[in-house]
């Protein structure tokens, strides 16, 4: 596994033991790191990500076109591997949308740190989604 772009995420909310291990490459990083470099799931994974769009921060044609790769290869991933799928969305939330339906909605996702809309909101939720 590449060492310099994966996101392993540990998120301790409660501060008593809830903890969600993640692997993967951040919209931030789409550009700098290939999903396929990852190789295998650590065994204490439990989802994918965060991947997603980040249009606020990422404003260039090139690189959201690098993210929205990215975001597809581990959609594809979290299809194989049945984990979570932890999804970034800012400021692209349609664009968010026609991806997971054009690969395929997985059957558990997550809206992380979601920031959407209350019709925003349906769309995730009737498509499956947790939001965080």
């Not at 997985?106 to 809309?117: A, K, L, T, V, Y």
């Amino acid at each position: 596994m590449t060492s310099q772009f994966v996101n392993i995420h540990t998120h301790r909310p409660t501060g008593r033991g809830i903890e969600l291990r993640t692997a993967g490459i951040h919209p931030w990083d789409a550009d700098k790191e290939d999903i396929a470099a990852l190789g295998t799931l650590p065994a204490d994974v439990q989802a994918i990500g965060e991947t997603g769009l980040d249009y606020f921060r990422t404003r260039d044609e090139e690189g959201r076109r690098a993210q929205e790769r990215s975001f597809r290869s581990h959609i594809r991933w979290a299809h194989r591997s049945g984990k979570t799928l932890m999804i970034h969305d800012r400021d692209a939330h349609a664009d968010v949308l026609d991806v997971l339906d054009a690969e395929g909605v997985p059957e558990r996702f997550m809206m992380h740190c979601f920031s959407g809309d209350a019709a925003f909101a349906r769309q995730c939720l009737d498509r499956g989604a947790w939001l965080s």
